[in-house]
């Protein structure tokens, strides 16, 4: 196998993808547990660029790191006044049960193993042999200038009055 920086840069984000995504199971603080979370939503998508969909890595990062986490950061930290809670568990953990995890992850790691060993290598060509054009150019015309404009517009709508709700409803002063 040959190392080009392609595919020291590929075994770096799965390196980051996976080690933080063990961070985000294992620490004890909630806060930490999301900044980590943040690094492994970062990682996918940079594994989504070396898949070629251009478009899921730009979504990854726009909506699932961009959006949705800072919404679970400031939720976080807004609703408790310490920034180091803890993530308690209630009782512990007998040894049957952790033995029995380990069984079941050790079993889906390897049916995720067989599963990869088993996929062709798959390319990004068309029958003919010639490369593929970027997705997020087709997706775009679709979007805008064919038939899924209505349902767009209709989307963006509805979650701009669910974000004023939820800014009313958030709101802290008393009401009469």
């Known amino acids: 196998m040959e190392f080009t920086l392609k595919t020291f840069i590929f075994y770096g984000f799965a390196l980051m993808t996976v080690a933080s995504a063990l961070i985000v199971v294992t620490v004890r603080n909630i806060v930490h547990a999301a900044f980590s979370l943040m690094v492994t939503l970062f990682g996918v998508a940079g594994l989504y660029v070396f898949l070629q969909a251009d478009f899921l890595a730009a979504t990854q990062v726009i909506v699932y790191v961009g959006g949705i986490l800072v919404l679970i950061l400031f939720g976080v930290m807004m609703t408790s006044e310490r920034f180091d ?25 390897m049916l995720l193993l067989t599963v990869i060993a088993n996929t062709p290598a798959w390319k990004n060509l068309t029958d003919d042999g010639t490369e593929l054009p970027p997705t997020t150019e087709r997706i775009g015309e679709l979007i805008l200038n064919g038939p899924f404009l209505l349902p767009f517009e209709v989307v963006s709508v509805l979650l701009l009055v669910a974000l004023i ?10 009401r009469d």
Do not use: T, Y
Not at 165 to 174: P, W
């Open 85 to 109: 809670m803890p993530i308690q568990v209630k009782g512990h953990i007998e040894r049957g049960q952790l033995l029995l995890g380990g069984v079941i992850a050790l079993a889906l790691l």
């Open 165 to 174: 709700g939820a800014a009313l409803i958030s709101r802290k002063e008393v």
